[in-house]
């Protein structure tokens, strides 16, 4: 009876090129020749995308590190035209083993200028050996004799790195650019060797951090290095400006007692708000056009015009219409609107806070002050918009009214219930619309269903396959806020992998298991690589149904403690002669592996 044993090791290689900075094709500094920054590694094996400089007519020495459990890896080595390595790593005409080094031997062609590689084997194999010693013990040197391994130490580089942008940098206070936005977008460095050093850029003196919003001119240096320490300093100089013009806020007309007469002072003072975003209050201003002084008893309407600057001579008009009147009714001060919240609870005495009347003859205390007249729901707890009408009456009896808006406003934001997470295969898929059926909607307020919801963000779509977690962010909005409702999406692999199974491992009749080779396949177990075994014992070999094997071994710790395992093997009678065979010991190695690592007994002793 023949009897094969399937392994198999899952070693997830996403395919990428090594993110090293380019070297030149010049010759490195160091002996070793072997730049593993021109190397594209998959797992399948590894290929130079961009060739080694080489000399022509030289004898080179190839080394790298051998390995038993590679099986047989394919290493080729040529210059385009001629290929001098064309060998496996067991052994051939130009390669052996020297201890745990594999060392190839070859002389270039006249014409060589370069050298390309590929090493490859089967993926399983390869994977495992690339992880286990990346590049490391790699080289090639010239001569008829390895040497040792060096590290690769790269090409010299002279070449001084460019700091590329305008020396001069004019930015707004409102902006608030942060130096981290600058480099990289507005400052790069280059070098004709190491490439693009942005990333790189040292700043050595910073006046500007912390003035982002302080009008002024600052400076900044800034230093980049490359691999061979060749510094390039760059002096930036920044500007931030204010370009934004003042304010003036407040009402456009006035109505003034003939016997007060204010001025335009008082006028602004009173009912106007001069103020820039940068300079805070501006507390003058400068009168343009002005109908009213000269004629403060003239009864009717008067045309002003005033302007502001700030500090850096941004300018700003307002014009306003004085109103002069004789009935001297009382002046009724105050905002122009109140804002009730939904929220809280109101009562209709709120109105009138901060609001009040004063005349040119009756104490303030004595006007009759209040509302006359309102559109006001009951309870003042339905939102929209209402006129209050405010009422004011001297000792006299002159009278005054004002419509005041009054707002009773819906600060109740929308509702949204529904899951925060959702897990799925990425063997299914789902949808937005599907995920929005899980929500429930409503608000206090306005009738909300979930056709009211829509999507801000779907990072889901286009990924149903991809694994990864993702979001759904779904959105409703009353009349006057927004709620957002998040959900995460998992996309989780759920399906068992398919195991390849080669059909290279075939064990004899009458022969056993290498013990190390059982220790490998029981370290993919986490019990068995938690409680890091040093020794392994064979207690017991039964045969359970035809093919199948159960061994039972005893795994010793540096503790002297023991842990028990079991696994079932498949032993397969006959050998596969042609490649019709495959599909068949596939099949079966499939229902073995799923066999594999079944926990029979843990014991463990002190």
């Known amino acids: ?77 040529s210059d385009g035209t001629n290929v001098f390595v064309n060998e496996l790593n067991t052994g051939g005409s130009m390669c052996h083993e020297e201890g745990n080094i594999l060392v190839c031997l ?63 940098l004019y930015t707004s206070y409102e902006t608030k650019l942060e130096m981290e936005q600058i480099i990289g977008t507005y400052i790069t460095a280059y070098d004709d060797v190491d490439g693009d050093l942005t990333e790189a850029i040292v700043i050595l003196e910073d006046n500007y951090t912390g003035n982002e919003q302080v009008v002024g001119s600052y400076s900044v240096e800034l230093s980049v290095s490359d691999s061979s320490m060749n510094t390039a300093l760059f002096t930036l100089h920044i500007y931030v400006q204010d370009e934004v013009a003042p304010v003036i806020s407040g ?50 309407e008067h045309d002003v015009k005033i302007q502001i600057e700030d500090s850096s001579s941004n300018a700003t008009t307002h014009s306003f219409t004085v109103d002069v ?124 269903t979930l056709d009211d919801l829509y999507i801000v963000e779907n990072s889901y779509k286009n990924h149903e396959d991809a694994i990864g977690i993702y979001r759904i962010i779904f959105a409703v909005e009353d009349q ?21 199974v080669t059909p290279r491992i075939i064990i004899e009749t009458g022969s056993t298991i290498p013990e190390e080779d059982i220790l490998q396949l029981l370290m993919q177990d986490e019990d068995v690589s938690t409680f890091n075994p040093v020794s392994l014992t064979i207690l017991d070999i039964s045969e359970s149904d035809d093919d199948f094997y159960t061994y039972i071994v005893e795994l010793k710790n540096d503790n002297n403690e023991i842990l028990e395992k079991s696994l079932e093997v498949i032993h397969i009678s006959e050998q596969i002669d042609s490649k019709d065979d495959v599909t068949e010991y596939w099949v079966i190695g499939i229902l073995g592996i799923t066999a594999l690592m079944t926990i029979v007994l843990i014991k463990r002793k002190y």
Request: proline share 5%; aromatic share 12%; hydrophobic share 35%.
């Open 325 to 448: 009147k004789d009935y001297h009714p009382p002046i009724i001060h105050g905002r122009d609107s109140t804002t009730l919240l939904q929220s809280e609870e109101n009562i209709l005495e709120d109105i009138l806070l901060g609001l009040y009347a004063t005349d040119n003859h009756t104490p303030d205390e004595a006007i009759d002050f209040g509302i006359a007249s309102h559109n006001l729901p009951e309870c003042l707890d339905i939102p929209g918009e209402y006129e209050v009408i405010l009422e004011a009456i001297d000792a006299s009896g002159n009278r005054t009214t004002k419509a005041h808006e009054v707002i009773i406003y819906d600060d109740i934001p929308p509702v949204i219930e529904g899951p925060l997470t959702y897990e799925i295969s990425y063997t299914e898929s789902t949808t937005a619309e599907a995920l929005k059926q899980l929500l429930t909607v409503y608000d206090n307020y306005e009738a909300l």
């Open 480 to 500: 006057n806020n927004i709620t957002e409702h998040t959900i995460y999406i998992q996309v989780i692999d759920d399906v068992p992998p398919v195991f390849e």
């Open 1 to 77: 009876m023949k009897k094969i044993l399937f392994t198999a090791v899952i070693l997830l290689f996403i395919g990428l090129a090594i993110p090293f900075l380019q070297a030149a094709d010049t010759y490195p500094t160091g002996k070793n020749l072997f730049n593993p920054n021109v190397f594209y590694v998959n797992e399948n094996g590894m290929y130079t995308y961009r060739d080694i400089p080489a000399v022509g007519d030289q004898r080179y020495v190839f080394s790298m590190p051998a390995r038993s459990n590679v099986g047989e890896m394919h290493i080729q080595i």
């Open 251 to 300: 009402p456009d007309y006035f109505e003034v007692d003939v016997d007060q007469q204010p001025s335009i002072e008082d006028i602004v003072d009173a009912y106007l708000t001069l103020y820039d975003d940068y300079d805070g209050v501006i507390e003058t201003f400068d009168i343009i056009t002005d109908t009213y002084s000269n004629h403060k008893d003239t009864l009717g």
């Open 106 to 168: 070859f002389q270039t062609d006249d014409d060589t200028e370069s050298l390309s590689f590929q090493l490859t084997a089967h993926q399983s194999a390869f994977a495992m050996y690339f992880d286990l010693s990346g590049f490391s013990n790699f080289q090639l040197e010239e001569g008829d004799t390895y040497t040792g391994y060096e590290a690769y130490q790269g090409a010299l580089n002279d070449s001084i790195p460019v700091i590329q942008g305008d020396g001069n």
